[in-house]
């Protein structure tokens, strides 16, 4: 490996495996996304809110349709790449199935911050056109603006629902973290790149990303 670190390697097969796997798994984060969003609208209160939901989910597929593309650029078919991460994303899904509006609020304010800020640590092993992408994916925050919203106005009408938002909110962190353990532990190159030449440090970075987490439940009233 050259000091320039493997992202200067795009043409590496380890490194091309790695990229597979990180934009295989963010794009079927992305399509999950799309699909949950769509299905809660039906718990939304208002049609203001069944709307908005409508937008974030356009916005979501609109996502996976951008990195769908650049892995058949990289000649990587997305369902390939999709595949081996199916299986853990479905089981933190059902196993953090919300029950109610502010629960499905919590789920996507928790778990897509979770998903945003880990995948931000990992830009910096990628390639610069990759990088682009996986860029572009991750900076609409509208979705945090109107989620943020509707969470502090539902805790203003009924102050007594933050306790078990705070205790819903540790069980989707909790669960994410497991299902990154599993998937971390089958994927190769994926670990091998974030810790290799310019890669990640692991432990700084799940302890930014858990600061950064601390501040959005601050942000809403809720504490960690």
Aim: net charge negative; proline share 3%.
């Amino acid at each position: 490996m050259s000091s320039t670190g493997m992202h200067e390697s795009a043409d590496d097969a380890e490194y091309r495996a790695a990229v597979a796997d990180i934009l295989g798994v963010l794009a079927y984060g992305e399509l999950m996304a799309f699909e949950r969003l769509a299905y809660d609208a039906r718990m939304a209160p208002t049609l203001d809110d069944k709307a908005a939901l409508g937008r974030l989910a356009t916005a979501e597929f609109e996502h996976f349709a951008a990195l769908a593309t650049r892995l058949s650029d990289l000649g990587i078919p997305a369902s390939a790449a999709i595949e081996p991460f199916v299986e853990p994303l479905e089981e933190f899904h059902a196993r953090t199935a919300p029950s109610d509006w502010a629960e499905s609020l919590i789920k996507a304010y928790v778990g897509d911050g979770l998903m945003r800020d880990f995948y931000r640590e990992v830009t910096r092993v990628l390639d610069a056109e990759t990088r682009v992408v996986v860029e572009k994916a991750l900076a609409d925050t509208e979705h945090v603006t109107f989620l943020a919203e509707r969470l502090r106005r539902i805790m203003a009408e009924d102050p007594r629902c933050a306790g078990r938002l705070a205790l819903w909110a540790r069980r989707i962190v909790g669960e994410a973290l497991l299902q990154a353990r599993l998937v971390a532990t089958r994927r190769e190159a994926l670990v091998r790149l974030l810790a290799g030449g310019r890669g990640v440090d692991l432990s700084a970075a799940f302890d930014r990303i858990i600061q950064a987490h601390a501040g959005r439940m601050a942000a809403i009233g809720l504490a960690a």
